[in-house]
């Protein structure tokens, strides 16, 4: 009888401390996956990048989102491009204006903390632009130096041009994420990069192509940009 007392004493306490120990357990599990679902929501940032004036746009807007393990970040950035160049004499806008738009994706993977600190990656650029040329392109003028008399074939006075630029890079980053706190946070970006594409004028009245100049084939990035976590 004792002994039948005392198995059942050590059953019910062993039986407790199961209980006991599935509850933490199942406890602890719920927690990890809360968390867990609260850093999926918060993988999505959006970021502005101000300024990009020297690259000719208004501004850049864009969005990344991390993967569930936070160490690869995804995104792309989109802006205007509202100049034409202003240091080669003869390819400036009329009135200096241009349109156009830059797109621009990215991946980048953060090499010591997650979603944060120091991040390499790869980066690309798309750019298409237009605007209309203040002067005729450098190959009518050359044209009609060299004629006899002073007239290019195909060109008339009163003719007008614009530029088109398609140019395209693809290149390598670094740089870094710092949090001010759990909502915003500053980036910087450093790179290098092969570019190629072509600079046409064309004549708006026949179409005709002229001065057509391949792009430099190397592209430096370095600017920063303010974004926002949720």
Same mark, same amino acid.
């Given at each position: ?42 993988? =999505? ?7 990009? &004036? ?71 650029? =798309? ?13 009518? &003028? ?69 001065? =057509? ?15 926002? =976590?949720?």
């Amino acid at each position: 009888m004792k002994l039948s007392a005392f198995v059942i004493i050590v059953f019910t306490f062993l039986f407790t401390v199961s209980v006991y120990s599935q509850e933490d357990y199942f406890e602890q599990n719920q927690t990890e996956i809360n968390e867990g679902i609260t850093n999926i929501i918060q993988h =999505n940032r959006l970021f502005i990048e101000p300024f990009v &004036i020297l690259k000719r746009e208004l501004v850049t807007l864009g969005y990344s989102r991390l993967s569930k393990d936070q160490k690869y970040l995804f995104g792309a950035g989109i802006a205007p491009i509202i100049l034409s160049p202003v240091i080669l004499e003869h390819t400036i806008g009329k009135n200096f204006m241009a349109y156009g738009v830059s797109f621009n994706p990215f991946v980048r993977y953060y090499v010591l903390d997650e979603g944060k600190g120091m991040f390499v990656g790869l980066y690309s650029s =798309n750019r298409y632009s237009q605007w209309e040329l203040e002067n005729i392109p450098l190959e009518i &003028i050359e044209c009609i130096s060299n004629s006899v008399n002073g007239r290019c074939d195909g060109y008339q006075a009163d003719d007008t041009f614009k530029r088109v630029s398609k140019i395209s890079v693809i290149g390598i980053e670094f740089g870094g994420t710092y949090f001010f706190n759990d909502t915003f946070f500053v980036e910087y970006t450093t790179g290098l990069g092969k570019k190629w594409g072509e600079k046409v004028s064309y004549n708006n009245r026949t179409g005709q192509g002229y001065d =057509n100049y391949g792009a430099f084939p190397i592209a430096l990035k370095a600017n920063f940009n303010f974004g926002y =976590n949720f």
